[in-house]
């Protein structure tokens, strides 16, 4: 059962094979069995989850069928769930329990799915291995001395360890994809502005956007048409209505140009990497897929471009927590004291270097020779994407230049750890859709995943893409066996 993807799920709930309180149970159990080795979960809800599983199941004797009905996910703990802590693996957030639903957990819940908990993060999505949350590491399944990659490596992890059916994560500069690639499973980041962002913790507000973490490419496309689409309560969403992914994915496929960057299949890429990826290439091209090299010249200048303007954005938005209207608060001597004890002793020490270089970059006589010239940066590097679009249909970069890496490898290095997001960067600064495809394993058994990236607004082309790519690779995903 852990191996069946969440659209199977839904064909087995409509044929009545199994209920929606029996797989809820399923993994449940399951959770509690193996949870404790990967601790993909920050918070687990049981009795709501079952609660939600028997109104599925009274729905469905009622001849009611919804995308989801019954269907068991988690969603990653920087979206805010009404009566359901949601802590940003912060201990500023520890005990925060929002009043109202994001949008897309909203969309979740009327489309009948069951939310199984809250999975682990970075603190405030700042990170690429999980590693920074205030409370513990998750594992990454394949080998638990690795990490699970991050931001949203809980949910990547219990997509990949068969702990729900998929998941909501959020990609600011690679938290979706980076972790997918590492846990074996589909990760997608959609244009900026086709998901709501209410109610999702802001980190930085011009790069975040939520996305699903899925087995199968039919069930990103699926997750993403539920909670995809315009909202009046973000005011960057987009106004156009989704396109009817599933649809796309039942027609054949067109014969696509794919974009290879040689900036990105250049010196920094790891041998088993490259080596795993390269053979996808050959796939591509027996489905009528023509490879052509491009260049996206300034591709190099993204990640620094990046380290400007997140912490910028992050350290705006995250003034808010002060001890005054969330959350954790120090007690203090003076009002400044204690503002000055809680933002000391609720935040770790990565959210507090981001701070720290983004209130800098603002600083008067600063700004415009940082913000202003990323944001410069920025634009050169959408530009380069418009043009290579005029050539190609699809561009394929590796996700990460290596594989999973060992727990504790990267966290006395800041840099080293960034640097595992230059391929994924440079997508959220251009804003475009991007998705991180299972492509293979390493001689040492660990899932490398290819990046596929498509023009603004493009996820049915890409979609479709991928669900043929997947279908020739025909990788077994697991799960790998977690049991003693
Ligand atoms: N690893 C990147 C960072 O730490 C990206 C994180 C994200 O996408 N949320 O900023």
């Known amino acids: 059962m852990e191996r069946l993807s969440l659209t199977e799920i ?3 709930l409509q044929k009545g094979a199994f209920s929606a309180e029996e797989i809820t149970k399923f993994y449940l159990s399951r959770i509690e069995r193996l949870d404790p080795k990967v601790r993909a979960y920050l918070t ?3 009795e709501e989850a079952l609660a939600q599983a028997r109104e599925a199941d009274r729905l469905r004797a009622q001849g009611e069928d919804r995308p989801l009905l019954g269907v068991p996910v988690s969603v990653k703990d920087n979206i805010c769930t009404r009566g359901l802590r949601t802590t940003c693996a912060s201990k500023i957030l520890e005990d925060f329990v929002p009043p109202y639903d994001a949008t897309v957990v909203e969309r979740l819940k009327a489309a009948g799915a069951v939310i199984l908990g809250k999975t682990n993060l970075d603190e405030f999505a700042m990170g690429s291995s999980t590693e920074n949350s205030a409370f513990f590491p998750t594992r990454n399944p394949w080998d638990l001395e690795r990490v699970p990659g991050g931001s949203s490596g809980g949910s990547a992890a219990a997509v990949a360890a068969g702990l729900c059916a998929g998941s909501l994560g959020s990609d600011t500069g690679g938290s979706i994809r980076q972790p997918a690639s590492f846990g074996g499973v589909v990760g997608f980041k959609p244009t900026y502005g086709r998901v709501s962002r209410y109610g999702l913790v802001a980190f930085a507000s011009s790069l975040d956007q939520i996305g699903p973490l899925t087995r199968t490419v039919e069930d990103a496309a699926l997750l993403l048409q539920v909670v995809g689409g315009p909202d009046p309560r973000d005011s960057t969403s987009y106004p156009e209505p989704q396109p009817h992914y599933l649809e796309v994915l039942a027609k054949p496929v067109s014969k696509a140009k794919f974009g290879l960057p ?10 088993e990497v490259r080596s795993v990826l390269e053979s996808v290439f050959k796939v591509v091209e027996d ?4 490879l052509k090299e491009i260049s996206l010249p300034h591709l190099a200048y993204a990640l ?3 380290y400007i303007i997140a912490p910028a954005e992050a350290s705006s938005n995250l003034a808010r927590y002060d001890g005054v209207k969330y959350g954790f ?7 400044i004291e204690m503002y000055k004890k809680t933002r000391s002793q609720g935040f770790g020490r990565e959210v507090k270097r981001r701070i720290m ?3 800098y970059a603002l600083s008067a006589g600063y700004y415009e020779a940082y913000y202003g010239k990323a944001s410069q940066v920025r634009t050169l590097i959408k530009r380069d994407f418009e043009r290579a679009f005029e050539e190609v249909d699809l561009i394929l970069t590796p996700v990460s230049p290596t594989p999973a890496f060992k727990l504790g490898e990267k966290t006395q290095d800041p840099l080293q750890m960034y640097l595992s997001d230059v391929y994924t960067i440079p997508v959220n600064l251009a804003g475009l859709p991007a998705l991180s495809l299972p492509a293979g394993y390493t001689g040492g058994g660990l899932p490398v995943g290819l990046q596929i990236i498509a023009p603004a607004f493009s996820e049915s082309l890409l979609l479709a893409q991928a669900y043929a790519l997947e279908k020739a690779l025909a990788l077994d995903l697991g799960p790998p066996s977690l049991e003693d």
Do not use: D, K
Request: charged share 25%; glycine share 22%.
């Open 44 to 46: 687990v809800t049981p």
């Open 10 to 12: 839904r064909r087995q």
């Open 357 to 359: 270089l983004g209130t």
């Open 304 to 306: 620094p471009a990046y």
């Open 287 to 290: 489905l009528g897929g023509e």
């Open 329 to 335: 608060r120090a007690e203090g001597g003076s009002l």
């Open 262 to 271: 040689r900036e990105a299949w250049g010196e920094g890429l790891s041998e």
